[in-house]
T-cell receptor, first 116, second 113 residues
Framework: KAGVTQTPRYLIKTRGQQVTLSCSPI?????VSWYQQTPGQGLQFLFE???????NKGNFPGRFSGRQFSNSRSEMNVSTLELGDSALYLC???????????????FGPGTRLTVL | AQSVAQPEDQVNVAEGNPLTVKCTYS??????LFWYVQYPNRGLQFLLK??????LVKGSYGFEAEFNKSQTSFHLKKPSALVSDSALYFC???????????FGKGTMLLVSP
């Protein structure tokens, strides 16, 4: 099976702009989670989607949003970009959501966002 | 609340020697524990997980981890390190109930030739 794919891999934006990142999960996986990775804060959970519904949300401002489509593909959007949003954004998929706590999350390669 | 601690920012080991990357956790219920590895400019790659049963879990690339409930630890081990094992290693925990995955800060493993 193909792994989790994320597009684009690299992105450069300026402050105030908005950005949309895309994630395609492993075929058959219905849960998609997003994480932000920075050197200072490490890996932080953004949100989780299952069957087009947000099941969990991390402690991030409302500028960060996401959605999931009927084919399980997911997008996340960041509006009014700030310098501190520069990070590696990782998407992970699993067969079922956090309710099945034993499930393994499989990660994509990430999107490196740089905000100037 | 659940949490994970990786007490070492960096571990240095010579090729051929055994390696250990430490992880301790805190959860209110039963812990489900995971190890991931990240190579430069790549996403996280799953190595192994502990759900229940045998305290010694074997995973990919010769790695294994030992679950110790009394010490609330889940240390990653490998009998003989390779230079190619050099990477950033993350321990993660999920409470047995409905919860998200919480990651440690990561430990950089450097294996010298």
């Amino acid at each position: 099976k193909a792994g989790v794919t994320q597009t684009p891999r690299y992105l450069i934006k300026t402050r105030g702009q908005q950005v949309t990142l895309s994630c395609s999960p492993i075929s058959g996986h219905r849960s998609v989670s997003w994480y932000q990775q920075t050197p200072g804060q490490g890996l932080q959970f953004l949100f989780e989607y299952f069957s087009e519904t947000q099941r969990n949300k991390g402690n991030f401002p409302g500028r960060f949003s996401g959605r999931q489509f009927s084919n399980s593909r997911s997008e996340m959007n960041v509006s009014t970009l700030e310098l501190g949003d520069s990070a590696l954004y990782l998407c992970a998929s699993s067969e079922t959501p956090g309710l099945a706590s034993t499930d393994t999350q499989y990660f994509g390669p990430g999107t490196r966002l740089t905000v100037l | 609340a659940q949490s994970v601690a990786q007490p070492e920012d960096q571990v240095n080991v010579a090729e051929g020697n055994p390696l250990t990357v430490k992880c301790t956790y805190s959860v209110s219920g039963n812990p489900y524990l995971f190890w991931y590895v990240q190579y430069p400019n790549r996403g996280l790659q799953f190595l192994l997980k502990y759900i229940t049963g045998d305290n010694l879990v074997k995973g990919s690339y010769g790695f294994e981890a030992e679950f110790n409930k009394s010490q609330t630890s889940f240390h990653l081990k490998k009998p003989s390190a390779l230079v190619s094992d050099s990477a950033l290693y993350f321990c993660a925990v999920r409470d047995g109930g409905y919860s998200t995955l919480t990651f440690g800060k990561g430990t950089m493993l450097l294996v010298s030739p």
